[in-house]
């Protein structure tokens, strides 16, 4: 697939005004966005996620590296390449709240130079599929979050751009709403096929639109991975075995050397085993110890992993991930 | 085409805003008509009577411009301040036209709103004074167009200055007092506020207005140093504003206030 976003060795530092403490917001972040890639970019708060997407849409000037949209480099022709972009800042406040809903589709088609004569069946469009004709002579002011979410998403919509990028869409946000847009964010993914890149601390959000993810922390990429791939790599090897009976002493004092952060639970008839495998192999390993001593497995279950514990482990650093 | 749009679209929420926030415009309106009143009765009770009515005239047309040069010149610096406030001033720099595009659209929706507040006070101040201006519109709005630019140029100043450091609100307080200078100090007593923005404008359009003059009247080489003086701040200003810009997205205060 044909690059669209290339962001090569970025560097952000800030100077705290009182202290003049330096922080180091992104360091050294480097990575390809390809046309019609949904991409996840999540991370703790305070990772960094924020001032990459600012630095994509030219409103922070990276320290170092570069950023190029559709081959236009952000930093010496921010506006040619600014044509490409649309996006939906964090916070709610991405609209003007004294003009009605339909005023503020228009004005920002406005402010990219086009008439409302050229956006007219499109604002209809819009309108309807954010369910949001009802309220288009409302002031902003006067919607809900959530309304005023999905007319902000409208609004970057409306611009017509291949790229576009949603800082934290749906925070904020109560569950049905959230859900609600989630469904709008799959609709979009699904029949406009544009690149767009999510900064989230949704993981369903994630899960369900993203076809790769980078999780940034400390300021810098520490997974770059398709979001399948994540998945299949910390599901397949997580499993809780259920025993008949208790492990004996050697068993455990077995299980303990060959792996440390299996753990245990049972009573006198049952014992649950969870474990994580480093490598499959490992277990046959497994197995021998078992049957060394006779144990009956009763049931073998692969532990299902969502992505928010994908996410946990590769954050907290509880797993180990070696970058491909 | 694209500038037509954006002229429109910022036209037409200027207009809007100031219909939905029509209380505030009136009282500035009645604020700026009070402060002629100020001046007609200082001038009725405490001026010389021999001049009284050359001192009223020049003090409606220098309420007036005041008043139109005040709101204009302060607007695109109070524009950023209350975009930043909204936290819509980053949505804004995500336009492929540019904000300083944006502004100037702004801007000239805004002026010609101005403009038509600005005739409402001088009827409204010559009405109460019974002193009848010439207004000579044909002379008038080519100067006032030309003044107009240098306006802009120190609007964009103040916007850049606003970008920047966002609480220029006391700033704005005092400045408002140093363009009441400029506007009401005739340049027979001090010439060299020829160079400032605007005086020299403002001078020229108080002539026409005072002795009822044509625009053949006016030297040339008055059209020339008027052009001269606004072309200079429009372009310092926009030099300024980008320079501010440039150091806004390097240390990341657009988004901040």
Known sequence: ????????????????????????????????????????????????????????????????????????????????????????????????????????????????????????????????????????????????????????????????????????????????????????????????????????????????????????????????????????????????????????????????????????????????????????????????????EGTVVESIDRTTIDFEQVFMEIVKGEKAYAMA | MQWLNLLNANFRKEYIEMKRYLPNTLALLLTFYIIFLAAFFGIMFVGDPASFEANVQYSIVSVAFWSLTLMTMNFIGFSVVTEAMRGTLEQLYMSPMGVWKIMLTRIVGQFSLQLVMMVILLFAAMLTSGQWLSLNPMTTIPILTLTMISIVGVSFMIAGLAIIVKQIQAFLQIFQFVLMALVFIPLSVAPFLAFAPFVKGVDMVRMVMMENLTLSAIPLADFGFLLINSMIYFILGLFVFHRCEKLAMKKGLLGQY
């Open chain 1, 1 to 292: 697939m044909e690059k669209i976003i290339e962001v090569r060795g970025i560097n952000k530092q800030y100077v705290k005004r009182k202290t003049k403490e330096v922080i180091t917001a992104v360091n050294d972040v480097s990575f390809d966005v390809h046309r019609g890639e949904v991409l996840g970019l999540l991370g703790p708060n305070g990772a960094g996620k924020t001032s990459t997407i600012k630095m994509i849409c030219g409103l922070l000037q990276a320290d170092a590296g570069s950023i190029h949209i559709n081959g236009l480099d952000i930093k010496k022709k921010r506006l040619k390449a600014l044509k490409h972009i649309s996006a939906v800042l964090e916070g709610n406040r991405n609209l003007y709240w004294r003009l009605t809903v339909r005023e503020n589709l228009e004005y920002f088609a406005g402010n990219r130079g086009l008439s409302r004569k050229d956006v007219k069946e499109q604002v209809e469009k819009l309108l309807k599929q954010f369910r949001l004709k009802e309220k288009e002579n409302e002031l902003v002011n006067g919607l809900s979050r959530g309304m005023q979410q999905k007319l902000a998403i409208a609004v970057a919509l409306l611009a017509n751009t291949e790229v576009i990028l949603l800082d934290e869409p749906t925070l904020g946000l109560d569950v049905e709403i959230s859900y609600e847009l989630r469904e709008i964010l799959k609709m979009i993914v699904k029949e406009e096929k544009r690149t767009i890149i999510i900064s989230s601390h949704d993981m369903p959000v994630v899960q369900e639109l993203c076809d790769r993810t980078i999780i940034i922390n400390k300021g810098t990429v520490v997974v770059d991975e398709k979001v399948e791939n994540l998945l299949k790599l910390f599901e397949t090897r997580a499993y809780s075995i259920k025993l008949g009976g208790t492990l004996s002493v050697a068993q455990e004092q077995q299980l303990l050397v060959k792996f440390p952060l299996c753990t245990y639970e049972g009573s006198s008839h049952e014992t649950v085993v969870n474990i994580n495998l480093e490598k499959s192999e490992d277990i046959y390993d497994l197995f021998d110890i078992f049957k060394a």
